[in-house]
């Protein structure tokens, strides 16, 4: 992994990506930003994190997002035919391999992360990309109802840490998941009980779950989960709803 924040090709980033912040920026300043390579895959993925306050934790490739790669090319993983969607994106590094590697891939998170993602998808995915990925703004417990519930696959990279957000997720997921959805979360566990307990007490209720990859030296579970109890009657009903309002537009 190489970081070149003074080189050349940082220079040219910072004028994409200023023009890209300047109407948030009211000073003037230039945002900073970082450049980081991966390798997976075969491809390599240029990576720009967009440093400031507003970022938070998306302005990170989190190790979880590294494994989840490394899951995919461990396991030789073709996303083609298949209609994915990926929660807390962050940089977009997973959901950008998960294109690449064929899928129809749509990367959620915060709106405040959504111009970095944009950046980084234009950087990495050709126009010649079967499905150029789609980028929209998810936030769990909310948004989930302006989506279908027909995905393939759902992807999620250390977003399970703080235990307020835990119904949010748990609500997003059932509605995004069918019984034909697969759905791969990692999580870095951090030697805290709340992830451990949101992925051995709260999902179990709900979906069907077993780690199917552990990064051991970094302490993350990869959960592979499918849905288990039967949606409710208003759960089905609001799927129903978004199907009509979603077919309407
Ligand atoms: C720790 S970062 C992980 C980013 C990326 N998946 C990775 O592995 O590098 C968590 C991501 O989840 C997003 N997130 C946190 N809470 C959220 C919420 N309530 N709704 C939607 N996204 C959220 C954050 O904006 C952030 O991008």
């Not at 998306?58 to 990926?86: D, H, Y």
Request: hydrophobic fraction near 35%.
């Amino acid at each position: 992994m190489e970081e070149r924040s003074g080189s050349r090709k940082t220079a040219k980033h910072m004028d994409k990506s200023s023009n890209v912040l300047s109407k948030e920026d009211p000073e003037g300043n230039l945002p900073s930003i970082l450049v980081n390579h991966y390798q997976f895959c075969g491809y390599d993925l240029e990576i720009t994190r967009y440093l400031n306050e507003r970022m938070g934790v998306s302005a990170f490739v989190w190790n979880s997002g590294l494994t989840l790669c490394q899951f995919f090319q461990q396991e030789k993983i073709n996303f083609s035919g298949m209609k994915v969607l990926e929660l807390g994106s962050g940089t977009g590094i997973v959901g950008i391999l998960a294109a690449l590697l064929g899928g129809e891939v749509t990367l959620t998170d915060q709106i405040q992360a959504l111009k970095q993602i944009e950046y980084n998808v234009s950087v990495n995915v050709p126009d010649s990309c079967r499905h150029l990925p789609k980028i929209r703004a998810l936030s769990w417990g909310f948004d989930q109802v302006h989506f279908p519930s027909d995905y393939d696959i759902i992807l999620g990279s250390d977003i399970v840490y703080y235990p307020s957000d835990f119904p949010l997720l748990l609500q997003t997921l059932r509605h995004l998941s069918n019984q034909r959805t697969t759905i791969y979360i990692a999580t870095e566990l951090r030697g805290c009980c709340a992830a451990h307990k949101f992925h051995e007490e709260i999902i179990p209720q709900y979906f069907n779950s077993r780690i199917v990859y552990r990064n051991q030296s970094a302490d993350i579970n990869l959960y592979k989960l499918t849905l288990k109890v039967p949606k409710t009657g208003e759960e089905l009903s609001m799927e129903k709803e978004t199907r009509k309002k979603l077919l309407s537009n």
